[in-house]
């Protein structure tokens, strides 16, 4: 029977995050059912380098996201990835909405974001032109990245230290056993068996799924998940914005927002619906709701240009309140050599490369 040191399943970015940074130290394999990598959450998203704004202080997401900014926009000029650190503008329509503004610069500092500053009027409007607001935040550490070429590049640096990515192989079941886990997949059909020394379950929307086939690992020890589907809807012609515009922050997530891709493209989304299974269905007859959120702040936004593009689909633990990443490992479970990666949401693009960093400390210190 093949062994092999680490086995990680599931080839989204933050898999392959981990998959690259551990490569320089232990051999690595990377499966992933689909047929291409990041399929899901990983490429339907809004491609945004968050900032770490809006995230509980001492949180995993707030710790992961500014670290693992500074590393992205570090990694995508080594690496030659496109990149665009745009800025974005974060408007208020009234007393109430100046109040949250408020409550994010002081959030933001607590996280370690010192570079939020009001707009004057004049500002605002030329940063966010035509944008209705009665205040506005900027925050220039924002960006763009084409996730694409930055899972390449993973895949990239994977290969280069001798790892291993390969599709189409679903994790049927793993064992622990003594020093490692004795691992079954089904790679197109045919099943086979291999031993690993590590396992990582990063399977994002996937993850409770594939925990519920680790021997030992108990039903309490892996956390419900909430499949929360967001749309986006392109927007054709032109329009005069340079950088990412935001409402406040809503309940399930940061609004209808507007973000311009590196092509110029500029789009709309997401809102949020939960769902019982996978679905990436649109639905056009949201239109009106889209066209009221944007109208809000971008009032001479033309509706006949508002076209349904696609929908993702965020991992979440919970359908109300704040939500945190979940890094597991052996002192939660007490199975050595596991660790399980649950609610890797937004902001997880910008924060796989410190999670990918906190992940090899963890295992290289066993």
């Known amino acids: 029977m093949d062994h092999i040191d680490t086995l990680i399943v599931g080839a989204g970015v933050v898999g392959l995050s981990i998959a690259a940074k551990l490569s320089q ?34 949180s995993a997401k707030a710790r992961h996201c500014v670290a693992g900014k500074a590393l992205l926009y570090q990694h995508c000029k080594d ?18 909405e100046i109040q949250t503004l408020e409550k994010l610069i002081l959030q933001a500092e607590q996280n370690g974001v010192d570079d939020l500053h009001w707009l004057s009027q004049a500002e605002l409007q030329q940063k966010a032109p035509q944008i209705k607001a009665k205040e506005g935040l900027f925050s220039p550490s924002t960006g763009i990245i084409d996730s694409h070429q930055f899972m390449l590049s993973l895949i990239g640096q994977l290969e280069q230290k001798q790892g291993h990515f390969v599709a189409n192989t679903q994790f049927i079941s793993a064992t622990p056993v003594k020093n490692g886990f004795l ?15 590590h396992l990582i379950n990063a399977g994002g929307l996937f993850a409770q799924h594939n925990a519920a086939k680790i021997e030992g690992l108990s039903n309490p020890n892996i956390p419900p998940i909430h499949y929360c589907r967001g749309q986006y809807f392109s927007y054709q012609g032109a329009h005069p914005f340079k950088h990412l515009i935001y409402p406040v922050p809503e309940q399930h997530g940061l609004g209808i927002h507007a973000t311009v891709d590196l092509a110029g493209q500029l789009r709309f989304g997401p809102d949020t619906q939960f769902i019982d299974s996978i679905d990436y269905a649109t639905d056009s007859s949201a239109l009106d709701k889209f066209y009221q959120a944007i109208q809000r702040y971008w009032p001479q936004v033309e509706k006949s240009k508002l076209q349904i593009d696609y929908a993702g ?20 479970h007490n199975i050595a050599g596991l660790i399980n990666l649950y609610g890797i949401e937004s902001p997880g693009l910008t ?6 960093q906190t992940v090899t400390e963890q295992l290289i210190a066993e």
């Not at 690496?79 to 109430?96: E, S």
């Not at 089904?186 to 099943?191: A, P």
């Open 183 to 197: 691992v079954t997949l089904d790679c197109e059909g045919q099943t086979f068996s291999l031993s690993c020394s």
């Open 351 to 356: 924060a796989s490369l410190s999670i990918a």
């Open 79 to 96: 690496y030659g990835v496109p990149v665009k650190m745009l800025g974005k503008v974060i408007t208020a329509q009234n007393d109430a």
């Open 313 to 332: 689909i965020r991992p979440k633990l919970q359908t109300a309140g704040p939500q945190d990443f979940i890094i597991e490992n052996q002192s939660v």
């Open 25 to 58: 130290h232990r051999e690595v394999f990377v499966v992933e059912q689909a047929k291409h990598f990041g399929e899901h959450t990983s490429s339907r998203n809004s491609e945004v380098i968050h900032a770490g704004i809006y995230y509980p202080a001492d």
